[in-house]
């Protein structure tokens, strides 16, 4: 089992900036990835960024350069830097931690982007 705990998030006006940690533990494998993921009212799950074991990242192009995402091998946390945030960039936030075709995700956290 692997257990995500999320910190950040939070209410920020439009074209500020937030970051987003996430911290795994318990059965930690190699070869995972680890990603966030949101989910605004209405609307359904869908990717944000996500980053592999060895660094390599992809991100919606919503976000492309406006977020970064990196991670931490030896602490087992991958963090997502928000900037030039907009409304539209309003949801809970999701970690995700996939590893031999297992998904495990966080409790979510809020971020809301003010006009």
């Known amino acids: 089992q692997v257990q995500l705990v999320e910190s950040g998030g939070g209410l920020v006006q439009a074209g500020g900036s937030l970051g987003l940690s996430c911290a795994a533990s318990?059965?930690?494998?190699?070869?995972?990835?680890m990603g966030w993921y949101r989910q605004a009212p209405g609307k359904q799950r869908a990717l944000v960024a996500a980053i592999t074991r060895g660094g390599s990242a992809n991100y919606a192009d919503s976000v492309k350069g406006r977020f970064t995402i990196s991670r931490d091998n030896a602490k087992n946390t991958v963090h997502l830097q928000m900037n030039g945030l907009k409304p539209e960039d309003t949801a809970v936030y999701y970690c995700k931690y996939t590893s031999w075709g297992l998904d495990y995700w966080g409790q979510g956290t809020q971020v809301t982007v003010s006009s």
């Open positions: 318990g059965l930690i494998l190699s070869g995972n990835a």
